[in-house]
Antibody
Framework: EVQLVESGGGLVQPGGSLRLSCAAS????????LGWVRQAPGKGLEWVAN????????HYVDSVKGRFTISRDNDKNSLYLQMNSLRAEDTAVYYC????????????WGQGTLVTVSS | DIQMTQSPSTLSPSVGDRVTITCRAS??????LSWYQQKPGKAPKLLIY???SLESGVPERFSGSGSGTEFTLTISSLQPDDFATYYC?????????FGGGTKVEIK
């Protein structure tokens, strides 16, 4: 069974940093693109970033470029999102998700982890 | 960036009704569109990809159609478990973008 379990969310002050982790199991981790999608409270879905199987290619939404870094450790079956210079508008539930093979759509999602940026 | 516009934003059908949700792209995305269902407090669930391909395990009452800039998600006979919010997503180009959502609520 495919499982994606996020951790690392919490309350952080504006300007602070946080690192999210996503532990994957139930599939061959190093053969899938992976990504992060967020959802602000009461709002819709927003794609944040994704990363190729070997980590050699990454993409970001403009609003996080230069502040967030997506990475992966294929030996640990883990995905990460390093978030720096956090802003109030980054407050959201962050989902780790797996891309369908050959398509940049998401077939499996984690349960999400809440990041709150507030003083 | 490709903007995705869903309509309506809210629907209040009855069980057994045929439901249609529309998603329009600001430019052609061919068939590179997915539909998701999300229930409160839960992660989204993939229903349809490549505009009309049904994801494994999804009931056949769900179907998708369209290409280019206009797409529809149809639920042939609404069931109690279908009350949720539905999102479209384009994956023709980066940034990947979602529609604003359509909430299907109990009448």
């Amino acid at each position: 069974e495919v499982q994606l379990v996020e951790s690392g969310g919490g309350l952080v002050q504006p300007g602070g940093s946080l690192r999210l982790s996503c532990a994957a199991s139930g599939f061959t981790f190093n053969t899938y693109w992976l990504g992060w999608v967020r959802q602000a409270p009461g709002k819709g879905l927003e794609w944040v970033a994704n990363i190729k199987q070997d980590g050699s290619e990454t993409h970001y939404v403009d609003s996080v470029k230069g502040r967030f870094t997506i990475s992966r450790d294929n030996d640990k079956n883990s995905l990460y999102l390093q978030m720096n210079s956090l802003r109030a508008e980054d407050t959201a539930v962050y989902y780790c998700a797996r891309h369908l093979p050959s398509y940049k759509t998401f077939d499996y999602w984690g349960q999400g982890t809440l990041v709150t940026v507030s003083s | 960036d490709i903007q995705m516009t869903q309509s309506p934003s809210t629907l209040s059908p009855s069980v057994g009704d045929r439901v249609t949700i529309t998603c329009r792209a600001s430019q052609s995305i061919s068939i590179w569109l997915s539909w998701y269902q999300q229930k409160p407090g839960k992660a989204p669930k993939l229903l349809i990809y490549k505009a009309s391909s049904l994801e494994s395990g999804v009931p056949e009452r769900f179907s998708g159609s369209g290409s280019g800039t206009e797409f529809t998600l149809t639920i042939s006979s609404l069931q109690p478990d279908d009350f949720a919010t539905y999102y479209c997503q384009q994956y023709k180009s980066y940034p990947l973008t979602f529609g604003g959502g359509t909430k299907v609520e109990i009448k």
